[in-house]
């Protein structure tokens, strides 16, 4: 067998530990989840939908591919769905890449670009955050003929950040046609600032090399269904359809997807959950003599000093959150917010975790 030696470099995927393991009184504060759990409305629909799991799924989720479009006033051909966004994220790179193509991203942002990238013996950039930011002059200056491909991560993970509308435009005003600019809005409906870049005009405008992608996994609270989508010009999602597994979205989350989107008022208390615990937040952090990064998400980030010791003795009492130093972050851990009762547990062991 011949094995490509890029693949076997990898590192294996860790798993965060499952809730299972850790017994049922560990607080899982390390992947983003909605504290408000999934939108009822889903699960209303799902109930019915059960009934039909015998059946294939729509291969093109016309129906949930027609909401995701009439919404933002986009066709459906401009839309695709995936087994979770981070799906999407693979196949970009299965798609565009030949080996020694370059990536640019941050260093210091979602992990999958890097690892899919190194997937298909690309090269991955890593441009350094600037106060924890994506710098996007940094970024663009960092494009070379061999580049095929950028993340932006906005708003960023794991630190929170995003970029205003301003230096966005700015950005996109000079990506070469050559290069195509994948702009990650997993976190858009927790942004909160007045310039928060809205891209979709330029796609209805026509532009061609950038994609938006987006995710049920989040605001949504459906993770455990893996369902993200895409924003594109259709030459682009239709090439990507070329190489999407035929089935790549199952029914339930098909079913889910589409009763959540109307789910107004999950959506509105999840985003008021996700403000008001980040200002609880801002507000303990800061009493601990921290400094929160200011960010607009479902999380927030935080400077402890050892992020790693931090994290194993919050394990022990009871909390898991994510260790900067995997991801160029040294020092900072990554916090989800939980529910009220747990934001507030999570400060006294955190408080005790410090003064040892
Ligand atoms: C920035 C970002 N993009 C994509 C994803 C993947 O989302 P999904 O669960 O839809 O695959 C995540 C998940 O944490 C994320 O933080």
Redesign the pocket.
């Given at each position: 067998m011949h094995f490509k030696d890029y693949i076997t470099q990898l590192p294996a995927y860790k798993p965060a530990k499952l809730i299972a393991q850790y017994g049922t009184d560990i607080v899982k504060l390390s992947?983003?989840e909605n504290a408000c759990g999934p939108s009822p409305a889903a699960l209303t629909a799902l109930q019915a939908g059960l009934e039909q799991i015998h059946r294939y799924p729509d291969s093109s989720a016309s129906a949930l591919r027609t909401a995701l479009a009439s919404r933002v006033d986009l066709p459906p051909e401009m839309v695709l769905c995936?087994?979770?966004?981070?799906?999407l994220?693979s196949l970009l790179c299965l798609a565009f890449l030949q080996e020694g193509d370059e990536v640019v991203m941050a260093e210091g942002?979602?992990i999958?670009y890097l690892l899919r990238t190194l997937m298909m013996g690309g090269r991955p950039v890593r441009v350094p955050l600037r106060n924890y930011t994506h710098d996007l002059v940094a970024m663009l200056a960092a494009i070379t003929p061999r580049t095929r491909l950028v993340f932006v991560?906005n708003p960023?993970?794991p630190t929170g950040t995003t970029n205003g509308a301003d230096e966005m435009h700015e950005f996109l005003g000079q990506i070469p046609q050559s290069v195509l600019v994948v702009v990650?809005e997993?976190?858009i409906e927790f942004a909160t600032r007045p310039d928060y870049p809205d891209l979709l005009p330029e796609l209805r405008a026509g532009r061609s090399n950038l994609m938006l992608?987006r995710?049920?996994?989040?605001i949504y609270g459906l993770?455990g269904l893996?369902?993200?989508y895409a924003y594109a010009h259709p030459t682009l999602t239709s090439y990507l359809d070329r190489v999407r597994p035929t089935f790549n979205v199952n029914a339930l989350a098909q079913i889910a997807g589409i009763a959540a989107l109307s789910d107004v008022d999950h959506v509105a208390r999840s985003r008021a959950h996700a403000n008001d615990s980040r200002r609880f937040f801002e507000r303990e952090l800061t009493a601990l003599g921290l400094h929160p990064i200011p960010g607009e998400t479902n999380f927030v980030a935080v400077d402890v000093g050892d992020d790693l010791a931090v994290t194993e003795a919050l394990y022990q009492r009871g909390f898991t959150v994510t260790p900067l130093t995997g991801w160029g972050i040294p020092g900072c851990i990554r916090v989800s917010f939980g529910t009220t009762e747990q934001n507030t547990c999570f400060i006294v062991a955190l408080a005790a975790v410090l003064a040892h």
């Open positions: 992947s983003n995936s087994n979770g966004s981070d799906e994220v942002t979602f999958s991560c960023n993970n990650d997993a976190y992608l995710t049920f996994a989040k993770a893996r369902l993200g």
